[in-house]
């Protein structure tokens, strides 16, 4: 069994696959805590996690631009850089996928509203190690950064992706190289010893596991580059899916999903308030301006309580609070009056970021083959009993 040697895991957990191992936190712990904790934080892997010594790992960088590969050890990458760190969510492509099952069926794991999760990142800047190794910034031929995970299938090939040039090295991007998740070492699950995180960006480009940085003309050539992660018209079906006419999912856009209360609740009228909670978050930095609730399946309208997102001096220095540079998810909450009548009602929730993105109203008009961006109104029905 190549998964005999995955870690443990928290039972808690909402499993979609055990092997390779799949999961997603409870939409009520979620929006429990700003940082997830790192048990309860999603896991999405493709291949058995692989089981790294620390002692004998070495990151490799080479490529295009860099005049001979560089090895690094994970000593030197803490000693050689200064410490740096980002508060950043990651988002699968597939979050949300299951809903949009509900127009057609989809390809893909069936997540519901937990395949994302917030963290503060410890490490390096991807940019002050490319540096290190002979980039230079005025080079005009690399075009792409590609990285690739340790974890490999049984022909060999191992998990990679990359990101544009140019989101790999401005300062403003943020882009880490990880040793660290929450202040704890990086879990095993989530890419120990080191993980790209790319801020802003889908969940796949921040490989796990890294072993090795190629700069280059060219995207990745792998799988998960070229063949997935790609939107496509709800027309397009697996007869004539052509994946070379797509561009390769970057920046994800505007979400948000309702946590609480849960889909086919029950409460009592004389219970006082109705508490809603949620999280919002858009891709590329930009940041959540407004989350609208409606009680009423959407013919009338309230505005969500943003919550504060610091809760320590330390989290407060790590964050990024530029413009341009919101990584972070923002929780939400809707305090409202319950109906003395009872009766059914229809929570509904849309976000809306600093360019004014919003979410679409319905999945029809963005149902894909491999239900991904998948950012629709989130929808939950709940019974009041007078
Ligand atoms: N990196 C490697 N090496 N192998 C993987 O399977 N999965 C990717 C990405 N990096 C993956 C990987 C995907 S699709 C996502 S959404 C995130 O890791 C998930 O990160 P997490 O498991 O830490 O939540
Ligand atoms: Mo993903």
């Not at 309860?40 to 996690?49: A, M, T």
């Not at 919101?326 to 305090?335: E, G, M, P, S």
């Amino acid at each position: 069994d190549p998964y005999a040697c995955d870690p443990p895991r928290h039972p808690v957990l909402i499993v979609n696959s055990s092997k390779p191992f799949n999961a997603e936190t409870p939409a009520e712990i979620l929006t429990a805590s700003y940082f997830t904790p790192n048990a309860f934080f999603y896991k999405r892997n493709h291949l058995p996690v692989p089981d790294i010594d620390p002692e004998a790992y070495r990151l490799e960088v080479r490529g295009e631009g860099i005049p001979t590969p560089v090895f690094l050890s994970l000593e030197e990458l803490k000693k050689k850089f200064p410490k740096q760190e980002v508060v950043a969510t990651l988002q699968c492509a597939g979050n949300r996928r299951k809903e949009m099952t509900h127009v057609r069926p989809v390809k893909g794991l069936n997540w519901n509203i937990g395949a994302l999760g917030n963290a503060r990142w410890g490490g390096v800047w991807l940019r002050d190690v490319l540096l290190y190794a002979g980039f230079q910034e005025d080079d005009t031929q690399v075009k792409h950064v590609q990285f690739e995970g340790r974890d490999q299938d049984v022909t060999g090939s191992a998990y990679g992706s990359s990101i544009p040039l140019h989101k790999a090295v401005a300062e403003k991007n943020d882009v880490l190289l990880a040793y660290e998740m929450n202040g704890d070492e990086l879990p095993r699950d989530h890419g120990f010893p080191i993980r790209v995180v790319v801020p802003g960006v889908v969940g796949a480009r921040s490989v796990k596991w890294l072993h090795r940085i190629v700069l280059s003309r060219e995207e990745s050539r792998s799988h998960w580059q070229r063949n997935d992660y790609k939107g496509f018209s709800p027309s397009v079906d697996w007869t004539n899916v052509d994946f070379s006419k797509a561009p390769a999912i970057q920046e994800l856009p505007v979400q948000s999903a309702i946590t609480e209360p849960a889909e086919g609740a029950q409460v009592l009228a004389d219970d006082g308030d109705l508490v809603v909670r949620g999280y919002a978050w858009s891709g590329g930095g930009r940041e959540v301006v407004r989350v609208d609730v409606s009680l009423d399946g959407g013919c009338t309208w309230n505005v969500a309580q943003l919550e504060p997102p610091y809760v320590s001096e330390d989290d407060r220095n790590a964050q990024q609070t530029e413009e341009g540079r919101a990584w972070a998810w923002k929780l939400w909450t809707l305090q409202a009056p319950l109906p003395a009548e009872g009766g059914k009602l229809e929570i509904v929730c849309k976000a809306v970021d600093s360019s004014y993105n919003v979410q679409p109203e319905s999945f029809e008009p963005i149902w894909n083959l491999r239900g991904v961006l998948s950012n629709a109104w989130h929808h939950v029905h709940i019974t009041v009993l007078p």
